[in-house]
């Protein structure tokens, strides 16, 4: 039994000093994540060299769009950033001439193209407007590609630039709410599922520890339910 109990002291010791370490290291992590400059990127078109791009500062909330012969400054910009969020973010970047190897990348494409939704064999395509809308509630989070293609043809730059500017925006909440859930929604019909997301680094919040902290604190939490401003 004394044998025994100078174990448990010993393990409990251990674990302890264990503990006081993990949280120095998260507190590490948690600064060096905080540090890091965001930015998000929506290109178009998709596939091939963009002709256009919206750039979002996470730090500052400030968007520029960038059309045709101004992408030559668009280089200088993005070396502000530590960390870029996009579609084909790499692609993208690459289509512009630059290194994506420069960058961290947080690619939001879908983690899976399909899901079967019946015995019959029937899928789901998975894109990337239904996740967006599915996880944050926005109706028309990307500009419809003809549209966009046919305000590049005609040089309409205000309307190209505004949806752009709407299209990296609702990339920008997809992105947070994945972050802190680490996790996006696909719903469809009677479909509600989560599905995983990878794009949180180390020490960035997660809302599990986030209420795991205020129970251990005994601190309240406020929860805001509706549409979040802009």
């Given at each position: ?182 996790g996006i929604r696909l719903r469809w019909g009677f479909l ?27 601190v309240p939490v406020d929860f805001v339910f509706g549409s979040?401003?802009?």
């Open positions: 039994v004394l044998i025994q109990h100078a174990r448990h002291e010993q393990w409990a010791k251990v674990r302890e000093e264990r503990e006081v370490e993990l949280a120095e290291e998260r507190g590490r992590q948690a600064r060096e994540a905080a540090r890091l400059r965001r930015g998000v990127l929506r290109a178009v078109p998709e596939a091939g060299a963009p002709r256009a791009i919206s750039v979002l500062d996470a730090g500052s909330r400030s968007i520029r769009t960038f059309v045709g012969s101004e992408l030559a400054s668009v280089a200088d910009v993005l070396a502000e950033f530590d960390l870029l969020v996009g579609l084909h973010v790499r692609p993208a970047v690459h289509g512009l001439g630059l290194d994506p190897d420069r960058w961290r990348l947080v690619d939001l494409k879908p983690p899976q193209k399909s899901r079967r939704i019946n015995r019959r064999g029937r899928t789901l395509e998975i894109t990337p407007e239904l996740l967006i809308s599915s996880t944050t509630g926005i109706s028309r989070p990307l500009g419809d590609p003809a549209k966009v293609a046919q305000y590049l043809a005609e040089g309409e730059k205000g309307r190209l630039a505004r949806r752009l500017e709407s299209d990296v925006k609702a990339l920008y909440v997809f992105y947070r709410y994945g972050v802190l859930h680490r509600d599922e989560m599905l995983s997301a990878d794009w949180a680094l180390p020490g960035e919040p997660y809302l599990h520890e986030i209420l795991k902290k205020a129970k251990e604190a005994g979040a401003p802009g």
